[in-house]
Nanobody
Framework: QVQLVESGGGSVQAGGSLRLSCAAS?????MGWFRQAPGKEREGVATITIARTINYSYSVKGRFTISKDDAKNILYLQMNSLKPEDTAMYYCAARTDACGLGVITTSNNWGQGTQVTVSA
């Protein structure tokens, strides 16, 4: 079981930026972020494999950047040009068997989440 601890959420105005961090106890084949807004289903936001294969959801592509520091086992999500529709709880997740925007939302390893709120 991978321990994951997110940080970096907060409240910003539309157009602003935030950087989320996720400290992991070990590195995993696939790490990523999914988000969930009240009353909505989980949405895979971005994933990165150990080989640095990256996927973004259409809604964040060009605005968000996923990266990781393997030496420190920290996953990042740089979020720029934030929109009110980005408001959600953001979760860091890890998988050892597969990777993708869909499968990251069904991971059994995810953190406590960090809230991102974007005001118009």
């Amino acid at each position: 079981q991978v321990q994951l601890v997110e940080s970096g959420g907060g409240s910003v105005q539309a157009g602003g930026s935030l950087r989320l961090s996720c400290a992991a106890s070990v590195n995993s084949y696939c790490m990523g972020w999914f988000r969930q807004a009240p009353g909505k289903e989980r949405e895979g936001v971005a994933t990165i494999t150990i080989a640095r294969t990256i996927n973004y959801s259409y809604s964040v592509k060009g605005r968000f950047t996923i990266s990781k520091d393997d030496a420190k086992n920290i996953l990042y999500l740089q979020m720029n040009s934030l929109k009110p529709e980005d408001t959600a709880m953001y979760y860091c997740a890890a998988r050892t068997d597969a990777c993708g925007l869909g499968v990251i939302t069904t991971s059994n390893n995810w953190g406590q989440g960090t809230q991102v709120t974007v005001s118009a």
